[in-house]
C-alpha cells in the first residue's frame, strides 16, 4: 500500500539527492556517497531549527547564504572525539605499533579526519612516552577548517578532563595525565612540546588524492559516515599512501574486511583494528 | 496490517525486561527486530551474547553496514547510535549523545520510521528517562504502531509514561503481552 506518507517521504528523499548535488557544484563537497540515513537525519533537524518545511526550502539558502551553507557543513561533518577514544585501542597501539615504530630511524604518521585534534595529542603523548617522539612527522587533516583551526589551537574545555584522565590511565598512561596541559580557568592548553612536530592541514578524504608517503595511517570514525564504494575509494588512498609494511588504524566498528583492498593488508589485531600493509602486493 | 519490522527501546532495568520479553519469543518470528538498551559506552558486547544464549532468537550486535534479517534481534553496540538505511542496511555513527544517550533511542526510531514508515512497530520498554517518547512519536505520523509497556509492570516507569503522554499508543501491555502480540504477527507478513 502506497500512502501519503510514503509519497511525501520519496519526494523529501530526492530533495535531500538535489541539495547534495547542489552543494557539490556550488561549493566542491561532496556528501553524494556519504550514509543517506545519516545525512537525512542531520539536515532534517537543520529544517527543524531553521523553522523551513522543506528540504528545497534549505537548498535555497544554502545555494546563497553563507552562514546556512557554513552551519549545514557543520552539521554533515560530525566532529565528536575524545582523548584516548577506546583505550583498549590505544594499549594496543602502544604493545603492537610502537615495537614496529622503534625499527624506524625516522617515521611520518597521518591522522585523517583528526576533528578538534584530540586524538591526534593522545598518539603524540604515546609517542612521547615510548621516547619516540622527536622521530616523527606527524600530518593532521580534516575537510572542515574549522575544526583543524581547533586542533591547532590545541585548547580543551576542562570539563572533560576527568574522562580523558580515565581513558589515558586505562590506555595503559605512564605518567599523570596532567603533566601534558595547563589549566587555564575553565579550559586546558595542550602542551606546546607535543606539538613541535604536528602539521595540520586541510584535506578531503573523498576529493583530494595521497597527502604524503606514511608509515602509519589512523583514521578512526571517519569511514562509518561512507557508503561502500567510498570507503573502497578512501581505502585505495591509504593503500597507496602506506610505504610497504605501513600500519591502517580504523574505528572499533570500521572493518577492512568487507574491503577490495583487504588483500593487500594482514590482520595486526580484529579487534581493535589494526592492518599492516603488505611488503609484497598480491596478484 | 502488514508489519515489517520492530525496534525496541530500555533502559535501567532493560535487561531483564528484555530477557523476560525475547525468551518467550517463538523462533519462527519472521520480522527483524532491533534493539536499543542504553549500557556504559565502555561495555562488551556481553549483552547480546547473554540473550542469544538465553533466547531461541538469534540475537547479535549490529554490524556496520550490516544487511537487515528477518527473525534476527540485533543489540545496539554501546556507544554508537543506530540508523536504517532505504536499502535496509544498518548505519553506525558517533554522533552526540541524544538525552545523554549513545545509543538512544529516539534516534534508531526516528530512522527506522523514515524507512518502514506505516510498516514498524515501536516498543518503549522500563528506563528512568525520557528517550523514545520523540521517536516513537514519529512512528506514528509515519502510520506505525506505538507499544508501551505497562508502567505498573516496569522497573522503572519514567520511560514508559513519558513515552504515554507524549504519544497517543496503540497498547499498553506488560512483557507477556507483548510477546504473544508479536508472536501473533506471524502469518501476516
Ligand atoms: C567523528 S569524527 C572522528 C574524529 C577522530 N578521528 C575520532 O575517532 O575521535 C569524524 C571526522 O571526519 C571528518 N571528515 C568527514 N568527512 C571527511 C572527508 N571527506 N575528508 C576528511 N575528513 C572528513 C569530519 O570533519 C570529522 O572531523
Known amino acids: 500500500m502506497r500512502d501519503n506518507q510514503d509519497i511525501y517521504e520519496e519526494i523529501r528523499n530526492i530533495e535531500i539527492r538535489l541539495l547534495l548535488e547542489a552543494i557539490y557544484q556550488r561549493y566542491g563537497y561532496d556528501f553524494r556517497n556519504y550514509s543517506f540515513a545519516h545525512l537525512k537525519r542531520r539536515i532534517v533537524h537543520r529544517l527543524s531549527s531553521m523553522g523551513l518545511k522543506s528540504v528545497s526550502q534549505l537548498q535555497h539558502y544554502v545555494l546563497h547564504d553563507h552562514d546556512t551553507i557554513q552551519q549545514v557543513l557543520m552539521d554533515l561533518s560530525i566532529n565528536v572525539t575524545e582523548m584516548f577514544r577506546d583505550p583498549s585501542f590505544y594499549k594496543k597501539v602502544r604493545e603492537e605499533v610502537i615495537p614496529i615504530l622503534k625499527t624506524y630511524p625516522y617515521f611520518k604518521i597521518w591522522h585523517a579526519g583528526c576533528a578538534t585534534g584530540e586524538e591526534v595529542y593522545s598518539m603524540a603523548i604515546i609517542l612521547k612516552e615510548e621516547g619516540l617522539y622527536d622521530r616523527a612527522q606527524i600530518y593532521a587533516t580534516d575537510f572542515n577548517q574549522k575544526v583543524i583551526k581547533k586542533a591547532k589551537e590545541g585548547i580543551y574545555s576542562i570539563e572533560n578532563i576527568k574522562q580523558y584522565t580515565t581513558n589515558y590511565q586505562k590506555a595503559g598512561g605512564k605518567e599523570s595525565f596532567s603533566n601534558y596541559y595547563t589549566a587555564h580557568y575553565d579550559s586546558v592548553i595542550m602542551d606546546e612540546s607535543l606539538k613541535n612536530n604536528i602539521l595540520f592541514a586541510d584535506h578531503n578524504l573523498v576529493t583530494d588524492g595521497i597527502f604524503s608517503e606514511v608509515n ?18 578512501a581505502i585505495k588512498t591509504f593503500l597507496d599512501s602506506l610505504l610497504p609494511g605501513g600500519i591502517l588504524c580504523l574505528g572499533s566498528k570500521e572493518t577492512l574486511q568487507f574491503s577490495k583492498y583487504y588483500p593487500n593488508f594482514n590482520q595486526i589485531d580484529a579487534k581493535e583494528k589494526i592492518y599492516r600493509k603488505k611488503y609484497t602486493i598480491p596478484e | ?108 526510531f526516528e530512522s527506522a520510521a523514515y524507512v518502514y514508515r506505516s510498516s514498524l512497530i515501536g516498543i518503549v520498554l522500563t528506563g528512568a528517562n525520557n528517550d523514545g517518547s520523540k521517536g516513537l512519536k514519529i512512528i506514528k505520523q509515519y502510520g506505525g504502531l506505538a507499544i508501551v509497556q505497562d508502567p505498573k509492570t516496569a522497573y522503572v516507569d519514567t520511560m514508559p509514561r513519558s513515552a504515554m503522554e507524549t504519544v497517543k499508543v496503540d497498547h499498553v501491555l506488560n512483557l507477556e503481552e507483548i510477546a504473544d502480540f508479536l508472536n501473533k504477527l506471524r502469518g501476516e507478513v
Open chain 1, 216 to 233: 602509519m595511517i589512523i583514521c578512526r570514525n571517519v569511514l562509518i559516515y561512507f557508503e561502500r564504494d567510498l570507503q573502497d575509494h
Open chain 2, 1 to 108: 496490517m502488514d508489519y515489517k519490522a520492530v525496534v525496541i527501546g530500555s533502559s535501567a532495568g532493560g535487561l531483564d525486561a528484555l530477557r523476560a520479553l525475547l525468551t518467550r519469543i517463538n523462533r519462527s518470528f519472521s520480522l527483524p527486530i532491533v534493539i536499543v538498551q542504553h549500557l556504559s559506552p565502555l561495555s562488551d558486547n556481553y549483552l547480546s551474547n547473554y540473550l542469544d544464549n538465553l533466547s531461541d532468537l538469534r540475537v547479535k550486535e549490529v554490524e556496520e553496514k550490516e544487511r537487515i534479517e528477518p527473525g534476527i534481534a540485533y543489540i545496539a553496540p554501546p556507544n554508537y547510535h543506530v540508523l536504517i538505511e532505504e536499502n535496509r542496511t544498518f548505519a553506525l555513527t558517533v554522533d552526540e549523545k541524544v538525552n545523554y544517550a549513545r545509543p538512544s533511542v529516539d534516534v534508531l
